[in-house]
C-alpha cells in the first residue's frame, strides 16, 4: 500500500494537461483545454481539461475525475498502478507500508500478465547483452543493421537464447506462474502439460502500451531454413490486442504532436532506423492490416498521416484500398515511394538522415493524386479500365467527410483524368446519396421500441405521481462543491461557512437518489469532524461514484468568450452576485419538491383509506405539509393554485 506522503507528493506534482496531453492532443480554449475524446470516435472536440479544478471530462462518453482516474479509464490501470506511473513521471520515489509482491504474484489477474511481460523483457535483453550466445548471434546482428546501443536500450531489444525451455525453466524457478506464461504467449504447453520457449534462437522486439509497459513481442529468426516463419508474434491475450496497438507509438507520441505529422511504416526495422535517424514521429501497423482503431489512435495526436512506402509496385497496389479508410475518418493522407529495392530501413542507412528527409519533402504525394496516378499508369489507353479507375477515385474522394477538401480534390482530378469536373461531381454526389439512403434503410430497418415514441409515463398501465427530484439534488451538491468553503455574506450572519448552513438547513431532507444520498453524507460527515472538504477531496475520492458526480457537476461544455459582452451587449447573469438567492433558492426549491411528494403520497393514502380516525390523521398531516408548502412557496415568490 502506497504510504499517504507519498501520494500527497504525487498529487502535487500532477499537472493534469501535461498528464492527458501524453494521450490526446489538446488546444486551449479559454481558461481550459479541448481535444478528441479518446473513449470514443468523434470529429468535433468535447473532452474538455479544466487546469484550474485539474478535472476532465468527456462529454461524448461520461467520464471524467483527475489525472489518476483517466489513467485509470484510459489504461485500465488499478488506483496504485495510476499512482505508480505517474510517480515515475515525475520522478517521486515510492514508499509502500508493505514490501511489494509484484514480482512473485499479483491479486490483479491484468497486472499480473504485465509483469510476466516486463520478466521476459528484462530475460530477452539481458541475455542479449551478457550471454555469448546473445552477443555473438542476437547483438551482432543489431550491430550489423545499423543499431546504436541506445536505440537497442531505449526499445528493450533482446534475444531469446536457441534453447526449449532457457526463459520458461527461469520463470518458473522465479515464481511466476504457469498460466500467466501461457496466457502472454510466453510459453507453449506440451500434451503432456510441460512448457516450452516460444520464441527460441530469435531476436526479440518487444511492443509497448501506450504507457510504455511491455504487452507483447515481436521475434525474428535469424536462419534461413524456409520451413521457419520468419516473425512470431504474441498471441492475442487480456493486454494485447494487435488492432489497437501501433508500433513505437509509446516513444513517437510527443514528436507527433510537434510536427503535427506521423509517418507511418511496415515493420520493426523500419521504426528503429527512421527514429535512430532522428525523426521520431515514425510508428508500424507491424506486419497487420491497418485498422480503424490504429487510425483512431494517430488521429489523438494529428490529423497528417504520411505513409513511407517501399519500392514493392505489387504491395503498394495491394494496400492502395486499405488506406481509403484514414481517409474516412478525416485525416489528411501524403503517400513517399522509395526507389525500387528499397524500404525506408535501408534508405536512411543508405543516405543518412538529411538526405532522407530531403526525399520524403521532394516525393510527398497527396494521397488521392498518387492514387490516381498509379491506376492510370495501369489502365493505359483502355477506356473501360479507364472509367474503371474514374470510378474509384471518385469512391476514395466521396469517404472524404471535409466536403470543401473533397471538392478541392475533384478540381485537381479533372485535370489529371482529362473528365469535365462536373461529370466527375455529379459522379459524387450519387454516391453520397446512395450512402446517405443505405445509412437511413439501415435506421428505418432498427428495431422501434415503445421508447422511441411514448413518453415515459405512458408506457406504464398505471398512473403515477413520481416527480423526479434528482436535478435538485444534484444542484445542492454542485453549490457544495463551488461554493461551500466561501463565507456567508447575507442578512448579517458571520463567521459562517456556506456549506455548513446548507448541511445544517437540509437536516431534515431525505435524499432519494442513491449517489446524491452518499455525498451529502460524506460532505456532512467531514464537516462534523472539523474538516470543510473542497473540491479536490471529492475529486480524488476513492469512490468512483463520488468522483464521477463531483466532476460532471464542476465541469460544463460550454463558457463563454472573454469578449462575450463587447461583442453582443447582452450582460449574462451570475449567480454569485446574490449568493443569498442562490443558495436558498436552492434549498428551498428542493423541499419544495420534497413536500409535494408528501403530500402525493399522503392524497394517495386519504383514496384508499376506510377507518374515520385514520382519514381525520392523514388530513391533519396534509394540512400541515400544505402549510408548510405555502411558507416555502411564498419565500420563493410563486403561488400555488390547488
Given at each position: ?51 484550474a479544478k ?6 461524448s ?11 485509470m ?41 504485465m ?5 521476459a ?16 548471434i ?11 546501443n ?16 532457457a ?10 506462474q504457469?498460466?500467466?506464461l ?13 512448457l ?5 534462437g ?23 531454413d ?7 508474434n ?7 490486442h494487435k ?29 528503429l ?18 485498422t ?12 497528417n ?8 509496385a ?14 474516412e ?14 524500404d ?42 479507364r ?12 469517404k472524404?467527410p ?117 455525498f ?9 469532524n ?15 461514484e463520488?468522483?464521477?458526480?463531483s ?13 462575450w ?33 408528501i403530500?402525493?403520497g ?15 390523521i ?8 400544505k ?16
Amino acid at each position: 500500500m502506497i504510504t499517504k506522503p507519498t501520494i500527497d507528493r504525487i498529487m502535487e506534482a500532477i499537472d493534469i494537461v501535461e498528464v492527458v496531453g501524453e494521450f490526446v492532443q489538446l488546444k486551449k480554449r479559454g481558461a481550459n483545454y479541448v481535444g478528441l475524446s479518446p473513449f470514443s470516435n468523434e470529429r468535433t472536440p468535447s473532452f474538455t481539461v479544466s487546469p484550474a479544478k485539474g478535472i476532465f471530462k468527456d462529454f461524448s462518453s461520461g467520464k471524467g475525475g483527475s489525472a489518476v482516474t483517466f489513467l485509470m479509464e484510459l489504461e485500465k490501470f488499478t488506483y496504485p498502478e495510476a499512482l505508480k506511473w505517474l510517480a515515475k513521471k515525475y520522478g517521486i520515489e515510492v514508499e509502500e507500508t508493505v514490501e511489494s509482491s509484484e514480482n512473485k504474484e499479483e491479486e490483479n489477474h491484468r497486472e499480473s500478465l504485465m509483469i510476466v511481460s516486463g520478466y521476459a523483457a528484462k530475460f530477452f535483453h539481458e541475455s542479449l547483452l551478457e550471454t555469448e550466445e546473445g552477443q555473438n548471434i542476437g547483438l551482432s546482428y543489431f550491430k550489423e543493421r545499423g543499431f546504436s546501443n541506445e536505440t537497442i536500450k531505449k526499445f528493450e531489444l533482446g534475444y531469446s537464447p536457441d534453447q526449449w525451455e532457457a526463459f520458461t525453466g527461469k520463470a518458473l524457478k522465479e515464481g511466476y506462474q504457469q498460466q500467466f506464461l501461457e496466457e502472454t504467449g510466453l510459453s507453449v504447453k506440451r500434451d503432456n502439460g510441460t512448457l516450452y520457449d516460444r520464441y527460441r534462437g530469435r531476436v526479440m522486439f518487444p511492443i509497448h502500451s501506450f504507457t510504455g509497459r511491455v504487452i507483447a513481442f515481436g521475434g525474428r529468426t535469424l536462419k534461413t531454413d524456409k520451413n521457419v516463419p520468419k516473425y512470431v508474434n504474441s498471441p492475442e491475450s487480456e493486454i494485447y490486442h494487435k488492432s489497437n496497438i501501433l508500433y513505437g507509438l509509446y516513444f513517437a507520441k510527443k514528436a507527433i504532436r510537434d510536427e503535427d505529422n506521423c509517418y507511418l511504416v511496415e515493420g520493426y526495422a523500419d521504426v528503429l532506423s527512421v527514429h535512430q535517424a532522428g525523426i521520431e514521429n515514425v510508428v508500424a501497423s507491424s506486419g497487420t492490416s491497418l485498422t480503424v482503431e490504429q487510425i483512431r489512435l494517430i488521429g489523438r495526436f494529428t490529423k497528417n498521416v504520411t505513409i513511407l512506402y517501399d519500392g514493392d509496385a505489387a504491395g503498394i497496389k495491394a494496400s492502395l484500398r486499405g488506406l481509403d479508410m484514414i481517409l474516412e475518418e478525416g485525416l489528411n493522407v501524403k503517400v513517399v515511394l522509395f526507389p525500387d529495392g528499397h524500404d525506408p530501413d535501408s534508405y536512411v542507412r543508405l543516405v543518412g538522415t538529411s538526405a532522407f528527409k530531403s526525399h520524403i519533402d521532394k516525393n510527398r504525394k497527396d494521397f488521392i493524386l498518387y492514387k490516381t496516378d498509379i491506376l492510370l499508369k495501369e489502365a493505359g489507353n483502355d477506356p473501360i479500365r479507364r472509367a474503371d479507375v474514374i470510378r474509384e477515385i471518385v469512391e476514395s474522394i466521396a469517404k472524404i467527410p471535409d466536403s470543401i477538401k473533397a471538392s478541392v480534390f475533384i478540381k485537381e482530378c479533372s485535370h489529371i483524368l482529362e473528365i469535365d469536373e462536373r461529370a466527375l461531381l455529379s459522379e459524387l454526389n450519387k454516391m453520397r446519396l446512395t450512402k446517405a439512403k443505405k445509412d437511413s434503410q439501415q435506421q428505418a430497418n432498427r428495431q422501434i421500441e415503445p421508447s422511441d415514441y411514448l413518453p415515459p409515463e405512458e408506457l406504464s398501465l398505471e398512473p403515477t405521481v413520481k416527480k423526479d427530484d434528482s436535478n435538485q439534488e444534484r444542484e445542492i451538491i454542485r453549490l457544495l462543491l463551488l461554493y461551500g468553503n466561501k463565507m456567508i455574506d447575507w442578512d448579517g450572519i458571520a463567521n459562517t461557512y456556506i456549506g455548513p448552513f446548507m448541511i445544517a438547513e437540509l437536516g431534515d431532507v431525505e435524499f432519494d437518489h442513491p449517489v446524491s444520498k452518499k455525498f451529502v453524507e460524506l460532505y456532512a460527515k467531514e464537516v462534523e469532524n472539523g474538516i470543510l472538504p473542497e473540491e479536490q477531496f471529492f475529486i480524488h475520492f476513492p469512490d468512483k461514484e463520488i468522483v464521477d458526480i463531483s466532476v460532471t457537476l464542476l465541469a460544463t461544455k460550454y463558457t463563454l468568450s472573454e469578449n462575450w459582452y463587447e461583442m453582443h451587449k447582452i450582460l449574462v447573469p451570475d449567480e454569485q452576485m446574490n449568493m443569498k438567492a442562490t443558495i436558498l433558492g436552492a434549498i428551498f426549491h428542493l423541499k419544495k419538491q420534497k413536500v409535494g411528494k408528501i403530500l402525493d403520497g399522503l392524497r394517495g393514502e386519504l383514496q384508499k383509506v376506510e377507518n374515520e380516525a385514520d382519514t381525520e390523521i392523514l388530513l391533519t398531516q396534509y394540512m400541515h405539509m400544505k402549510k408548510v408548502e405555502k411558507s416555502i412557496s411564498d419565500y420563493l415568490g410563486s403561488v400555488i393554485l390547488k
